[in-house]
T-cell receptor, first 116, second 114 residues
Framework: KAGVTQTPRYLIKTRGQQVTLSCSPI?????VSWYQQTPGQGLQFLFE???????NKGNFPGRFSGRQFSNSRSEMNVSTLELGDSALYLC???????????????FGPGTRLTVL | GIQVEQSPPDLILQEGANSTLRCNFS?????LQWFHQNPWGQLINLFY???GTKQNGRLSATTVATERYSLLYISSSQTTDSGVYFC????????????????FGQGTILTVHP
């Protein structure tokens, strides 16, 4: 079974631009979570989607948004990029067989975003 | 929110040595995972271990949920074991704000020299 895939793997943008990152979960997985990893803050939770609905959101500004499609694929968008948005963005998927229950998360390879 | 602390922050070993990494968490959890982050940034699943003991080759893990800690054992370390090891948990008491949310420790940087 194919793992979690993320595209693109690398991105270079300039301040003020916007960016869209894509994540395809493991087949059959319905929950997709996004994380930001920086040297200073470590790994931080951005948001989680299940059945096209955002169920949970971390402590990030409104410039960070996302969505999930009917096939469970997810995208996240960052508008008006700032230098501090340079980071590794990771998505993870899980089965989430029962609503609210937690299942093991599996991560994609990440998208490394550099903002100049 | 829940706090996750990992120790030691850095660990340097010679090939063949054994090591123990520790993860302490501040509240009850309904899940705990150990990951190895490779040099390209991908998080590789090692264990899904909310309680009990599991073994996979040279690696094993034990979680004592009632005492709020987990241990990752690496035996006969190899240079390919180098990298960052993360422990991550889901807060049992966070209700809806726990959906899909792993809280990570700061990691242990392991370096294995040949």
């Amino acid at each position: 079974k194919a793992g979690v895939t993320q595209t693109p793997r690398y991105l270079i943008k300039t301040r003020g631009q916007q960016v869209t990152l894509s994540c395809s979960p493991i087949s059959g997985h319905r929950s997709v979570s996004w994380y930001q990893q920086t040297p200073g803050q470590g790994l931080q939770f951005l948001f989680e989607y299940f059945s096209e609905t955002q169920r949970n959101k971390g402590n990030f500004p409104g410039r960070f948004s996302g969505r999930q499609f009917s096939n469970s694929r997810s995208e996240m968008n960052v508008s008006t990029l700032e230098l501090g948005d340079s980071a590794l963005y990771l998505c993870a998927s899980s089965l989430d067989l029962r609503r609210g229950a937690y299942n093991e998360q599996f991560f994609g390879p990440g998208t490394r975003l550099t903002v100049l | 929110g829940i706090q996750v602390e990992q120790s030691p922050p850095d660990l340097i070993l010679q090939e063949g040595a054994n090591s123990t990494l520790r993860c302490n968490f501040s509240d009850s959890v309904n899940n705990l995972q150990w990951f190895h982050q490779n040099p390209w940034g991908q998080l590789i699943n090692l264990f899904y271990i909310p309680s009990g003991t599991k073994q996979n080759g040279r690696l094993s893990a034990t979680t004592v949920a009632t005492e709020r800690y987990s241990l990752l054992y690496i035996s006969s370390s190899q240079t390919t074991d180098s990298g960052v090891y993360f422990c991550a948990v889901v807060d049992l008491n966070a209700g809806g704000t726990s959906y899909g949310k792993l809280t990570f420790g700061q990691g242990t940087i392991l370096t294995v020299h040949p």
